[in-house]
């Protein structure tokens, strides 16, 4: 008898081996509850500075010192609530503890926010007079320069106080759409090319199905996924819609220009750097994945390009299946480029269970890496049973490795640099596993294989976030407009973006327009393009280090040591790119276009 979907193993019955282990984070539950309780009861340790800042350069560095300590324990709290509920959606104890810590972290918010409001209301000079007056205040000058910029969008104490507590509420559109997303969608099971019944999940989908070597299972996969979607595509496009709205309201009460502008003021990116990713890649890659499109429709004889076949296998006889340890190895030999700390630090993530990579009933899709302060990394991932899955596990070794050194190299308040940045060192170690695996073989088979997971990294961070990104600027543009969000509206849109950057090389159905439902980052402020200025980075950064070795390597560790030091521009000049300029984003293009050249070369031979 076939497997449902919903008979996926629970995640009770997952091998221990496949899963983190948060004891770095608390040993027990209990000591979990109790150090959740005692950062509530220490908040007065802060707020006793209510009020004093002003006084003096020592009352304003003890009261940073205290916020920092207080943040730093905190955050192990948050973190391990919502690791252990990333696991297991369905579990309704898990999801308790979560909205505990994001009740405190309301709490938390709420009590502190008289830090930023009174160092932001501190008259003209008087932060440059406290630097010069107590050296200890030299770690927070970044932290204190960038609240001086804000005093032009800040709001009255009483108002900083009261929405700083709405937290929780502020970002219940992403809890229910990843409530709705992993706990209550049940998918269909559809029929492979031999008939059987196979179950589905948005995990397996995205995983597997998607980039099946069977058009009969890419196909009735993404109608029996979307059949699911468009059941709950008004629901979900309501809960986006409260996002939107919410970020614009904020971006008037805060008298910015726009939406868009607020949300590029924290990440400290110009309006130019930020169309330059969407616009330049849009127009110039275009042209290179049309001629990949039709490539794969030759290659693999099918009748038309769909939007279900876009990511099929262009070699699909040729797979390297592997099991994860087998893929870890790789991963490890790959970055061993990078020098002795790093690659320990590889070495112990891999042998110490940093990683979940287990697949089970109610665990979050895709891949992340979350780095607590204070403790390592964690990544959670599930693993494909193919080496694509050694490029993911790269990818988030690369936020591991990036939090890692920041953590080591600086204070809490100085670790995180822009968004604009953070994609960077991820990217960067797939494309040294990349490298790696070319450099490493003859054979013309496996190197056209090596290419085709480099354009999957392409493909990810150029086309699926990027065009990710143009779907939130033409939103938000309309939400201020006053236009309603609507399931029907966004679609439309999703569809008119995915058929301007495909042209004729792919026929999009009406499902393709649902994929506005796919990702949570819609979530999460402007971080879709993001992606792509990441790429941009490590795509050139990576060809220095091939070049040049060793130095080119201690350059990058340098960056990744900043943490949050600097400004995301300063910190990329710092690896030797330019992002205030165009060429670097034409110059990662024109390389994926050498890419899919040199595909397109092996099939005529």
Not at 48 to 59: H, M, T, V, W
Not at 62 to 82: D, G, Q
Not at 415 to 435: D, H, K, W
Request: charged share 30%.
């Amino acid at each position: 008898m076939a497997k449902k979907s919903n008979d996926r193993i629970k995640r009770q019955n997952v091998d221990e081996k496949q899963t983190w282990d948060l004891s770095a984070l608390f040993e027990t539950k209990s000591d979990w509850e109790k150090e959740l309780k005692a950062v509530k009861d220490d908040l007065p340790e802060v707020t006793n500075y209510k009020g004093k800042i002003g006084k003096s350069a020592g009352e304003l560095l003890e009261c940073l010192e205290e916020k920092e300590k207080l943040l730093e324990r905190f955050n192990l709290v948050s973190m391990y609530a919502n690791l252990r509920q990333s696991v297991d959606h369905t579990d309704p104890e898990r999801q308790k503890d979560a909205a505990k810590a994001s009740d405190a972290q309301s709490t938390v918010n709420s009590e502190l926010s008289f830090v930023e409001t009174e160092i932001i209301k501190l008259p003209d000079g008087k932060v440059d007079q406290f630097l010069n007056e107590e050296p200890g205040l030299e770690p927070f000058e970044r932290y204190l320069s960038d609240l001086q910029n804000r005093k032009a969008h800040a709001l009255g104490e009483e108002t900083e106080e009261t929405l700083a507590a709405l937290g929780s509420l502020f970002s219940s559109p992403y809890n229910i759409y990843n409530r709705g997303k992993l706990s209550d969608m049940q998918f269909d099971p559809f029929i492979d090319d031999e008939g059987n019944e196979i179950p589905l999940s948005f995990a397996l989908y995205a995983g597997k199905y998607a980039s099946s070597p069977s058009s009969a299972v890419r196909r009735n996969s993404y109608e029996a996924f979307n059949k699911t979607l468009n059941q709950y595509k008004h629901t979900f496009a309501a809960t986006y819609a409260t996002q939107v709205n919410q970020e614009v309201a904020m971006s008037r009460l805060r008298s910015y220009d726009s939406v868009t502008d607020m949300l590029l003021h924290d990440q400290q990116v110009t309006r130019e750097m930020y169309d330059n990713q969407l616009d330049i890649i849009q127009e110039e890659l275009a042209p290179h994945m049309r001629r990949y499109a039709k490539l794969k429709k030759r290659v693999l004889g099918l009748d038309k390009m769909t939007n279900a076949d876009l990511k099929a296998p262009l070699d699909p006889d040729y797979k390297i299946e592997t099991s994860y340890d087998e893929a870890a190895e790789t991963v490890q030999e790959a970055l061993e480029i990078m020098g002795p700390e790093y690659s320990e630090m590889i070495k112990t993530a891999l042998s110490e269970r940093w990683v979940d990579y287990a697949d089970n009933v109610g665990k979050s899709t895709g891949a992340f890496c979350s780095s607590p302060y204070g403790a390592h990394p964690y990544v959670l991932m599930t693993w494909p049973d193919t080496m694509r899955g050694a490029f993911t596990l790269a990818h988030e070794l690369g936020h591991a490795g990036h939090f890692y050194l920041a953590g080591k190299n600086q204070r809490m308040v100085n670790t995180r640099p822009s968004r604009y940045f953070i994609e960077a060192p991820s990217t960067m170690n797939e494309m040294l596993l990349g490298n790696h695996l070319l450099s490493n073989t003859e054979d013309k088979r496996k190197r056209r294989w090596v290419i085709l997971q480099l354009l999957g990294t392409y493909y990810h961070n150029f086309v699926t976030h990027l065009l990710e990104g143009e779907l939130q600027r033409r939103v938000y543009q309309l939400a201020e407009e006053g236009e309603p969000l609507t399931s029907d509206l966004l679609s439309k849109l999703k569809l008119k973006v995915l058929k301007n950057f495909w042209g004729d090389s792919v026929e999009m159905d009406e499902g393709a327009g649902l994929t506005w439902m796919h990702q949570p980052h819609y979530y999460m402020g402007l971080y879709p393009y993001t992606y792509s200025a990441g790429l941009t980075v490590s795509t050139l950064v990576s060809r220095q280090i091939l070049d040049e070795g060793k130095p080119a390597v201690e350059k990058w560790l340098d960056v990744l040591r900043a943490g949050g030091t600097m400004k995301p521009l300063d910190l990329i000049k710092k690896a030797g790119v330019d992002m205030s300029k165009p060429e670097p984003i034409r110059e990662a293009v024109a390389h994926v276009g050498k890419l899919i050249k040199e595909l397109e070369e092996s099939f005529e031979d």
